[in-house]
């Protein structure tokens, strides 16, 4: 089975650009977790979806996060414009509605911003 | 809000050896779920083990198992004849109604000959 796919692995960009990252959550999982990971916060929840519906965003940091789950196979967070203190791992998990104690990680994308 | 406390940044272990790594939290909640995550330098969240707060035998899986103390609400990480494999960061977790997980800072483990 695959698991939790995120593109891109790797990305560098520079300050002002938009920048997108994508999830695939594990076929048949109907929630999805966007975390942060960075040296000074640690691993944070940015926001979560149910069914495709954001639950909880309170932690997406300003307004130049956005995230979106058009369907239940596929999400996007983007930062628009983005900063140098963006730069982090972002990470990307999923689990069944009814079993959100068991999420799994899609292996992150590293963002650096110049 | 809940927290997750690791008051260990690194430790070290010879191979072979048994090593624990200490984890407290805070909530207000009586149903929750615990958890162990190990992330490898390849930086993937490898799921180690997981704890229901309303089960009071402690989670055992192979060579990691845990000593979850709920009233003084600890969960700490033994790890059992240790290998390099296990060298990492290993971060404890906590997860309640809020669905979120909330992670600790995390412990470094070097395994050494």
């Known amino acids: 089975d695959a698991g939790v796919i995120q593109s891109p692995r790797h990305e560098v960009t520079e300050m002002g650009q938009e920048v997108t990252l994508r999830c695939k959550p594990i076929s048949g999982h109907n929630s999805l977790f966007w975390y942060r990971q960075t040296m000074m916060r640690g691993l944070e929840l940015l926001i979560y979806?149910?069914?495709?519906?954001?639950?909880?965003d309170s932690g997406m940091p300003e307004d130049r996060f956005s995230a979106k789950m058009p369907n239940a196979s596929f999400s996007t967070l983007k930062i628009q414009p983005s900063e140098p203190r963006d730069s982090a791992v972002y990470f990307c998990a999923s689990s069944l509605l009814r079993r959100v104690n068991e999420q799994f990680f899609g292996p992150g994308t590293r963002l650096t911003v110049l | 809000a809940q927290t997750v406390t690791q008051s260990q940044p690194e430790m070290s272990v010879q191979e072979a050896e048994t090593v624990t790594l200490s984890c407290t939290y805070d909530?207000?909640?009586?149903?929750?779920?615990l958890f162990w995550y190990k992330q490898p330098p390849s930086r993937q969240m490898i799921l180690v083990i997981r704890q229901e707060a309303y089960k009071q035998q402690n989670a055992t899986e192979n060579r990691f198992s845990v000593n979850f103390q709920k009233a003084a609400k600890s969960f700490s990480l033994k790890i059992s004849d240790s290998q390099l494999g296990d060298a990492a960061m290993y971060f404890c977790a906590y997860t309640g109604t809020a669905s979120k997980l909330t992670f600790g800072t995390g412990t470094r483990l070097q395994v050494t000959l």
């Open positions: 979806f149910n069914n495709n519906v954001p639950i909880d």
């Open positions: 909530t207000s909640e009586s149903d929750y779920y």
